[in-house]
């Protein structure tokens, strides 16, 4: 069994935003590093190990980061990684990346327990006092319905929180009388009207059958100069929680709050989208769609490939004529 090393991280489970604070919190012990960014499943390891054994010719310091590291599962990848990992500079920090609450064994034990942390989402409570206490700090006072609109209308993450509520301040009045709060009217008002697409959105109106405005949300992606293969990601992510949903159906669990929250649906409007997904998709139907979602991701890197949107358009018909009869 190799030591454990200082330079190796585990960042787990699904709460995105405080890992990007314990990333942050690395990156200042590395100043002006080479980053480099990795997918396990789409990038070989073998061109990862590369990356993280080579010199680099412009920093002294490089930080590689992996993330979906729970897909890195042959036994052959696991045993080249963590054998490369003994030859790593000290100067190189690998990062490890998952949603998932562990990894294969080998790849813990490569790491330090004070280096491993499972990033879990905030209990209700936390997250009411989280947006009351980000609103306050910007000045504005705002009321239990009004947080509760904000959750049940964003991702379930302090990354999303904080963006969501960033943006909605930027468009709440200014010159507000100091005694003023905040009412879920004025929030429903601004969330519906400067909600970004995103692959979550896209994801709904899949699930909902909802052609026309699939094909709209689409279309904003791209021309907003979102990655056609970023989009793919999001949505082959999405599915795999609803196959993780759809065996919690079958568990009879659908409503168990704790087993819930374990694959990443706490908000009531994440729920929602799910059970609405699970009366349109079944288990084969899902694996069809991420080997649907995987082959044009191939098409897209192919130097012959069709124009983009006309590639994604088909895509999101096939994917919708996927769906159970």
């Known amino acids: 069994m190799m030591a454990a090393l200082n330079n190796v991280h585990i960042f787990l489970g699904p709460e995105f935003g405080k890992k990007i604070e314990a990333i942050n919190a690395i990156k200042t012990k590395f100043p002006d590093a080479e980053e480099s960014v990795f997918y396990a499943g789409e990038t070989n390891i073998s061109s990862i190990t590369e990356a993280l054994l080579n010199i680099s010719l412009f920093a002294d310091r490089k930080i590689i980061t992996i993330k979906n590291a729970c897909q890195i599962k042959?036994?052959?990848?696991?045993?080249?990684?963590?054998s490369c990992l003994k030859?790593?500079?000290?100067t190189t920090c690998l990062i490890l990346l998952s949603e998932e609450f562990k990894l294969n064994a080998a790849l813990e034990e490569a790491c330090k327990s004070a280096n491993r942390r499972i990033f879990y989402e905030m209990f209700e409570s936390e997250k009411n006092e989280w947006v009351r206490q980000f609103f306050l700090n910007e000045g504005y006072k705002i009321d239990k319905d009004c947080i509760t609109a904000i959750l049940e209308l964003v991702e379930n993450n302090t990354d999303?929180?904080?963006?969501?509520?960033s943006r909605?301040?930027?468009?709440?009045?200014?010159?507000?009388?100091?005694?003023?709060?905040?009412?879920k009217d004025v929030i429903e008002q601004l969330l519906s009207h400067n909600r970004e697409e995103s692959a979550f959105t896209l994801f709904s109106r899949?699930?909902?059958?909802?052609?026309s405005r699939a094909l709209e949300s689409m279309s904003v992606m791209l021309a907003s100069k979102e990655s056609a293969s970023g989009i793919l990601a999001g949505l082959t992510w999405c599915f795999r929680k609803l196959n993780d949903y759809l065996s919690l159906l079958e568990a009879g669990n659908e409503n168990n709050n704790f087993e819930l929250k374990k694959i990443g649906l706490s908000s009531p409007k994440a729920r929602d989208d799910y059970s609405i997904a699970a009366r349109r998709y079944n288990t084969e139907s899902v694996e069809t769609c991420l080997n649907l979602t995987a082959e044009y991701e191939v098409l897209l890197r192919s130097p012959v490939s069709i124009m983009e949107n006309i590639l994604m358009?088909?895509?999101?018909?096939?994917?919708?004529?996927?769906?159970?009869?």
Do not use: H, W
């Open 313 to 325: 358009d088909r895509y999101i018909l096939s994917i919708i004529k996927t769906a159970n009869k």
């Open 168 to 183: 909605l301040i930027a468009f709440l009045p200014k010159d507000k009388p100091e005694d003023q709060v905040i009412n």
């Open 74 to 82: 042959k036994k052959e990848d696991i045993e080249l990684l963590v």
């Open 160 to 165: 999303a929180l904080r963006r969501e509520c």
């Open 87 to 90: 030859n790593m500079e000290k």
């Open 206 to 211: 899949i699930t909902q059958g909802d052609l």
